[in-house]
């Protein structure tokens, strides 16, 4: 223990304090204080304790102390053996530091004044750190937010989209699982992206063979059923903050037991809702702190006007690409296919006026093959006219792709007709004849002049002279034919 005198050891006093000021990272900090306040008072053991249950020894038996409960121990200690003080940061008590005599006896009014310094410094100290640890935490915040804009605007697909906002906000937050939740057509809101830690997200142990699939597949699908006591703010727009997933009785979702703490944030720009971010940590984990919620809140703020954005690229990308494309097929119908027509009307004419027979013929064949190309090049037209993806997987689907690609070429909307289970009964060697007949027939009607209207009809419940089931195509177009408007029907059939 330090003499009783008035005058502290300023040598010793000054020491402590650089050393609690020189570390801007917060443990380190407090691990500063603690040792100072050993060395300056010469105490046995010293324990810091602050808030969520943390502690920090030095000296003989600060281990155990610590462990068994470090203000018990001192009130053990009792009197004069013992000392305590707290740790103020703005006016605010932060932890207590609590010393245990030494073999010197009791502590001295001049141990209790230096503590009292080093107390007033350390708050200071902590204060300081405390700022440089929000600083830093902002600055993570704003890197994961540019990184996750930069991912997003060069070209990700959606679901790629969303697992880079769901991974990149797991790992800023510290949480066991980042996922992503967007609204059903019910009225809930389920996951449709999940990224989890090496430990599987809160998964069991006799789960864990390969964690973080398990437990991204574990989560994918699962959804907050309406009626849900945060649906409504989490439809809203409103973020939600959980201090228990497993006993808050707001959450209702099966895999609620494994998680503790949780942020469910709104993913949000320009008054849309895009869906909610949630990030909870495992059970027994630190709440998030104030600070915590608001930079996740930011940044979910800014994934989402970076997923609107990303969308918007998107969309300018494909209709660059119909634009193309359209171009494209007004270059071939425009240039090639009444190229092609006119060398098949000059032909024509010579097969007319051609007297020999062998002549005849090969101007014969020489008109189909010209027909033939320019079938095939109507075709590619009408295939250059379809959005390049979600293609129709069903027969009634094709069908009305097909007249709908055709109508441009047509300048009319053909009207589309289906009688029976279509997309049941017809099946794939029959959709396939089917389709090309109609592209043949809708090729054919282009050729014609003055339509004015085209009619597909498809029955799938109609009988063939064999007796067996079977679905009729009938294309029916208005148009001219050698300049007389009677009108053409085309008839086919195919077994089912």
Same mark, same amino acid.
Not at 24 to 32: G, K, N, S, V
Not at 173 to 183: D, E, I, K, R, T
Not at 210 to 225: F, K, S, W
Not at 286 to 297: D, G, K, N, Q, S
């Given at each position: 223990?330090?003499?009783?005198?008035? @005058?502290?050891? %300023?040598?010793?006093?000054?020491?402590?304090?650089?050393?609690? $000021?020189?570390?801007?990272?917060?443990?380190?900090?407090?691990?500063?204080?603690?040792?100072?306040?050993?060395?300056?008072?010469?105490?046995?053991?010293?324990?810091?304790?602050?808030?969520?249950?943390?502690?920090?020894?030095?000296?003989?038996?600060?281990?155990?102390?610590?462990? $068994?409960?470090?203000?018990?121990?001192?009130?053990?200690?009792?009197?004069?053996?013992?000392?305590?003080?707290?740790?103020?940061?703005?006016?605010?008590?932060? $932890?207590? %530091?609590? /010393?245990?005599?030494?073999? =010197?006896?009791?502590?001295?009014?001049?141990?209790?004044?230096?503590?009292?310094?080093?107390?007033?410094?350390?708050?200071?100290?902590?204060?300081?750190? #405390?700022?440089?640890?929000?600083?830093?935490?902002?600055?993570?915040?704003?890197?994961?937010?540019?990184?996750?804009?930069?991912?997003? %605007?060069?070209?990700?697909?959606? =679901?790629?989209? +969303?697992?880079?906002?769901?991974?990149?906000?797991?790992?800023?937050?510290?949480? =066991?699982?980042?996922?992503? %939740?967007?609204?059903?057509?019910?009225?809930?809101?389920?996951?449709?992206?999940?990224?989890?830690?090496?430990? $599987?997200?809160?998964?069991?142990?006799?789960?864990? #063979?390969?964690?973080?699939?398990?437990?991204?597949?574990?989560?994918?699908?699962?959804?907050?059923?309406?009626?849900?006591? &945060?649906?409504?703010?989490?439809?809203?727009?409103?973020?939600?903050?959980?201090?228990?997933?497993?006993?808050?009785?707001?959450?209702?979702?099966?895999?609620?037991?494994?998680?503790?703490?949780?942020?469910? /944030?709104?993913?949000?720009?320009?008054? !849309? +809702?895009?869906?909610?971010?949630?990030?909870?940590?495992?059970?027994?984990?630190?709440?998030? @702190?104030?600070?915590? *919620?608001?930079?996740?809140?930011?940044?979910?703020?800014?994934?989402?006007?970076?997923? &609107?954005?990303?969308?918007?690229?998107?969309? !300018?990308?494909?209709?660059?690409?119909?634009?193309?494309?359209?171009?494209?097929? *007004?270059?071939?119908?425009? +240039?090639?296919?009444? *190229?092609?027509?006119?060398?098949?009307?000059?032909?024509?004419?010579?097969?007319?006026?051609?007297?020999?027979?062998?002549?005849?013929?090969?101007?014969?064949?020489?008109?189909?093959?010209?027909?033939?190309?320019?079938?095939?090049?109507?075709?590619?037209?009408?295939?250059?006219?379809?959005?390049?993806?979600?293609?129709?997987?069903?027969?009634?689907?094709?069908?009305?792709?097909?007249?709908?690609?055709?109508?441009?070429?047509?300048?009319?909307?053909?009207?589309?007709?289906?009688?029976?289970?279509?997309?049941?009964?017809?099946?794939?060697?029959?959709?396939? #004849?089917? +389709?090309?007949?109609?592209?043949?027939? /809708?090729? =054919?009607?282009? #050729?014609?002049?003055?339509?004015?209207?085209?009619?597909?009809?498809?029955?799938?419940?109609?009988?063939?002279?064999?007796?067996?089931?079977?679905? !009729?195509?009938?294309?029916?177009?208005?148009?001219?034919?050698?300049?007389?408007?009677?009108?053409?029907?085309?008839?086919?059939?195919?077994?089912?």
């Amino acid at each position: 223990m330090t003499d009783d005198v008035t @005058t502290p050891p %300023l040598p010793l006093l000054l020491d402590a304090v650089l050393s609690v $000021g020189t570390e801007l990272e917060l443990h380190a900090t407090l691990q500063h204080i603690v040792t100072s306040a050993v060395r300056l008072t010469e105490a046995r053991w010293g324990v810091l304790e602050v808030g969520a249950g943390e502690v920090f020894t030095a000296g003989d038996g600060g281990d155990s102390a610590g462990v $068994g409960g470090a203000a018990g121990a001192v009130r053990q200690a009792g009197g004069a053996g013992s000392l305590s003080v707290p740790i103020l940061v703005r006016d605010e008590e932060f $932890g207590t %530091l609590h /010393l245990a005599a030494g073999s =010197a006896g009791a502590f001295s009014d001049s141990d209790r004044g230096l503590l009292r310094i080093l107390a007033g410094q350390a708050g200071i100290a902590v204060g300081n750190a #405390r700022l440089y640890e929000t600083a830093r935490q902002r600055e993570r915040w704003i890197e994961g937010a540019a990184a996750v804009t930069t991912a997003l %605007l060069t070209g990700e697909a959606a =679901a790629d989209a +969303l697992m880079t906002v769901a991974q990149q906000a797991r790992l800023l937050a510290g949480a =066991a699982a980042g996922v992503v %939740l967007q609204p059903t057509p019910a009225g809930g809101m389920t996951i449709v992206a999940a990224a989890t830690d090496a430990a $599987g997200g809160g998964l069991p142990p006799e789960r864990r #063979r390969h964690p973080a699939a398990a437990a991204q597949n574990d989560l994918i699908g699962t959804t907050i059923e309406p009626g849900s006591a &945060v649906l409504e703010q989490l439809l809203g727009g409103e973020p939600v903050f959980i201090e228990d997933s497993a006993t808050d009785p707001r959450m209702t979702t099966h895999v609620r037991s494994r998680f503790g703490p949780s942020m469910m /944030l709104p993913l949000q720009a320009g008054g !849309r +809702l895009i869906g909610t971010l949630a990030l909870p940590r495992r059970r027994g984990d630190h709440p998030y @702190t104030a600070v915590e *919620r608001l930079l996740a809140t930011q940044f979910a703020s800014q994934a989402a006007l970076a997923l &609107v954005l990303a969308d918007a690229q998107q969309s !300018r990308q494909r209709l660059a690409v119909f634009e193309d494309r359209d171009r494209i097929a *007004r270059d071939l119908h425009d +240039l090639v296919v009444q *190229r092609l027509f006119a060398t098949g009307m000059m032909l024509e004419s010579t097969r007319r006026r051609a007297g020999s027979a062998p002549v005849g013929t090969a101007l014969d064949q020489a008109v189909d093959e010209l027909e033939s190309t320019i079938q095939e090049v109507r075709t590619a037209i009408f295939a250059l006219q379809q959005p390049p993806a979600d293609a129709p997987t069903t027969f009634r689907g094709k069908v009305l792709k097909e007249t709908a690609g055709a109508a441009a070429v047509l300048g009319v909307q053909p009207s589309v007709h289906f009688s029976g289970a279509v997309d049941t009964r017809v099946t794939e060697p029959a959709a396939g #004849r089917l +389709l090309r007949a109609l592209r043949r027939a /809708l090729a =054919a009607a282009s #050729r014609r002049l003055a339509v004015t209207r085209v009619d597909v009809v498809v029955d799938a419940g109609v009988g063939l002279p064999d007796g067996r089931s079977g679905v !009729r195509l009938t294309v029916y177009d208005d148009g001219e034919t050698d300049g007389v408007s009677a009108g053409t029907t085309v008839t086919w059939q195919a077994p089912l």
